[in-house]
């Protein structure tokens, strides 16, 4: 798995490639602790090379997400294959949490919250 | 078609696992989808048993069977160690929204397991504890 970070003032992106599992789950881990620690909590998430996921993976995301939220932020998703939307879906997050098919309805949530 | 699997007891080893699964459910004929589910539903019990049932301690290992017929796939996996059944249940029943707020990174490969599973059951045999569990095909 690789992650690629893309910052600008206001918002974090974050690039996944490969697969997120419970192993590799660790480094997303500390890169979502450290964004949380520098209030950098509007995070756009890139799943257009996010091959798999694990419960582990999805873990992280949902571990953040209370303080991510209660500093005014939000996780959006986009790009993410059907396999990867299908276990968001089993667990009944996908209407918990925004995910959208391309970048610019992403960034279109942002502008508008 | 069955097929017997032995690994590592540590994480590093799963994604070469997953890679050997998508090509033994590629001969199988199972859509994308149900394909998908099944590796998913191995790899999550997996890591149960590498991380929560034998402490990730790399001596020892992990064995997986499994069956495939046309009509049903059966998959065991062990030793898992010992799980607590009360701990067991707890975690899959528990509310999405009650792990958000405790902000638990645990407790979701076991929902996703009982969810895609028809039948879960755990049993203890000669010292080792298994996870047995069936998805009935379409």
Partial sequence: MQILIESDSDILHIHISGELDANSSIQLDEVIKDAVQQRKTRILVDCRELRYISSAGVGVFLSHLD?????????????????????FEILGLHNMIDIVKEKTEAEKIFDES | MKVNLTTVCSTRA?????????????????????????????????????????????????????????????????????????????????????????????????????????????????????????????
């Fill in chain 2, 14 to 138: 799963q994604e070469e696992i997953r890679a050997f699964l998508n090509r033994y459910f590629n001969d199988t004929g199972l859509s994308e989808s149900d394909k998908n589910q099944l590796i998913l539903v191995i790899d999550e019990s997996i890591a149960n048993a590498i991380i929560h049932g034998n402490n990730s301690d790399e001596s020892k290992t992990i064995s997986m069977d499994i069956d495939f017929s046309e009509k049903r796939i059966v998959i065991e996996i062990g030793d898992i160690g010992l799980f607590d059944d009360v701990l067991r249940k707890e975690k899959v029943e528990k509310d999405i929204k009650d792990i958000i707020k405790e902000k638990q990174k645990g407790g979701l490969g076991l929902k996703l397991v009982y969810s895609i599973m028809d039948i879960v059951t755990f049993y203890t045999k000669d010292g080792k504890s298994y996870c047995y569990m069936v998805k009935m095909l379409k």
């Fill in chain 1, 67 to 87: 303080d991510v939220r209660s500093l005014g932020g939000r996780f959006v998703f986009y790009n993410m294959s059907s396999g990867v939307f299908s276990i």
